[in-house]
Structure formats: structure tokens, C-alpha cells
């Protein structure tokens, strides 16, 4: 089997049905299997599942485990060469799926790519970035961000001054789609299940550069919108640190500095600038 597809589910019932549908009316060539995961939703997910996608397997977690844990549900039962852990919030657009799946055959040395996101009105999404830093984080939840020179260095961690519609190496990319390489999984592991929410995405394409499988974004050769909901800013400024969203973004941002405090950046993250820790 060539492709897995790998959908985890949390209260997105209707966004799910879409999706599902989305793909089924592509007609993909390759062969491949879709593996829907629900995290203890309790939104009638199972029953949709049973009664409108009796073909595609179904797992019902016991417990909402988070994101990482949740598609490492999938991911474990799947049998393609390659995974695409896909959100159910994504729309697919003609030959995405099968142009990511080729980018992948003729570049083998690719563990991890993403396809460029645009934005429900047809805008590109920031979806592939830089590494974070403790002071991206505050700068993007502080005034601080609103400095000439903070809105720089913010301009710089979301590659807003690259070429979006070109292919090119970036350090991570946002875990609402993302196509990886078996073999290279088999090397680098799942993802890490002790984020709950959040930085899992960085975490796991940080340890695909550090294993030597490169991850690149295919702006130039996918497109899917996203309806992204970036839940830890919906509430900015001190309130924002209140929302449980943010909490838990807080708690994952902690978990992956103390993670990478003594390690240096993978080598490609150079050409940045000065090697870099966290």
C-alpha cells in the first residue's frame, strides 16, 4: 500500500464528514487507506462513521489523549510507505495528495514535506516557519511584538519575506497536514505523546532534521485550505493566559525547551544565522 491517511477527530463532526468526502471525490490512483481517529468526542462521530463511511477503518479512543497521542493511534495501525496525518479541517484540492505522494518518490532523501495552506478567501497561511524561541513566544503574546524590531524578527520566524509559491527546506511546518516517509519514521519514531497540544509538529520535524531526513514545504507543488482556529490566541494580551488553550501551549512550550535546552539547533538551521540553543 502506498499512502495512509491518518484523520484525528476532536468535536469537528462536520468538518470531518467534508473532509472525508473531499478525498472520496478525488479518486486517487495510488493505493491507499484512510484511518479516522476520534478522541473521545462525544459528538455522534462514531455513529456518522458507522453509518455513512462503513469502508473506512475507525478508532474509537477511551480517552481524549491529545493530538500526538491520538494520531499515534493511527499511525501504528497503518501499512502505507507513506503517512499523511491530515486535519479534519483541510479541504482537499485537486491532485494535492498525489503531487505531495510524487514530490516524495522523486526526492528521496525528504522525510517530512507539507503542502502550502491558503486561508478559506484563497490567502497563503504561515505555515512553515523557524524554530521557536522563548522570545518569539513572548514577542507574539506581549506589546513587545508591536516594535520595529520585534515585527521583524516576527516577519523572520514566519518566513513571511520567502517566496511561498517555491519548494525550499524549512525547519518545521504546522502539523494540519504533513506527508512522511515510512522508513524515515521508522528511524526517527512517532511523535512525542508528551505533548498534549502544540509544539508535537515542531518537535517532530526538528527530530527528522536531526536524524538527517530533510523537511521541506511544496509551495510550488500542493495547495489545500485550511480552517485554522488558532484557539492559545484568542485572547491576547494578560487574559489570554486564563484560556485553558493558552495554558496548554504554555505547558508544551516548557516541555520543549526543557527538551532541547542543551542541544543545538540541526545543522541546516545555520544558514539562520548563529548556532542557536532551544
Not at 468526542?41 to 453509518?51: A, I, L, V
Not at 512525542?192 to 509551495?219: I, S, T
Request: with cysteine; proline share 4%; hydrophobic share 40%.
Amino acid at each position: 500500500m502506498e499512502l495512509s491517511i491518518i484523520i484525528l477527530n476532536y468535536k469537528s463532526r462536520g468538518l470531518l464528514k467534508q473532509c472525508l468526502r473531499g478525498i472520496l471525490l478525488q479518486k486517487l490512483t495510488l493505493s491507499y487507506e484512510i484511518i479516522v481517529i476520534d478522541n473521545h468526542s462525544g459528538d455522534g462521530t462514531d455513529e456518522m462513521m458507522r453509518n455513512e463511511f462503513q469502508s473506512i477503518q475507525f478508532i474509537q479512543s477511551g480517552v481524549n489523549g491529545g493530538f500526538a497521542a491520538g494520531n499515534n493511534l493511527g499511525i501504528n495501525r497503518s501499512k502505507g510507505k507513506y503517512v499523511l496525518v491530515l486535519n479534519p479541517d483541510i479541504a482537499v484540492l485537486s491532485n494535492a495528495i498525489e503531487r505531495m505522494h510524487q514530490y516524495m518518490e522523486e526526492h528521496k532523501e525528504v522525510g517530512l514535506c507539507a503542502p502550502k495552506l491558503l486561508n478559506p478567501d484563497g490567502t497563503v497561511q504561515t505555515s512553515c516557519r523557524k524554530y521557536q524561541t522563548i522570545t518569539t513566544i513572548l514577542l507574539r503574546r506581549t506589546p513587545l511584538g508591536g516594535l520595529p524590531w520585534a515585527k521583524q524578527r516576527l516577519r523572520d520566524f514566519l518566513m513571511l519575506d520567502h517566496d511561498h509559491n517555491k519548494n525550499f527546506p524549512v525547519d518545521w511546518v504546522l502539523g494540519a497536514c504533513m506527508m512522511v516517509r515510512r522508513s524515515a519514521m521508522d528511524v526517527v519514531g512517532v511523535m512525542d505523546e508528551r505533548f498534549f497540544l502544540y509544539f508535537e509538529d515542531m518537535d517532530w520535524c526538528r527530530r527528522f532534521w536531526q536524524a538527517g531526513f530533510p523537511v521541506h514545504y511544496l509551495g510550488a507543488e500542493a495547495e489545500l485550505v485550511h480552517y485554522h482556529q488558532r484557539l492559545s490566541a484568542e485572547n491576547p494580551g494578560l487574559r489570554g493566559f486564563l484560556s485553558y488553550p493558552t495554558r496548554v501551549h504554555i505547558m508544551s512550550s516548557i516541555k520543549y525547551f526543557s527538551k532541547y535546552y542543551h542541544s543545538p539547533r540541526p545543522h541546516h538551521a545555520m544558514a539562520y544565522g548563529k548556532e542557536e540553543r532551544a
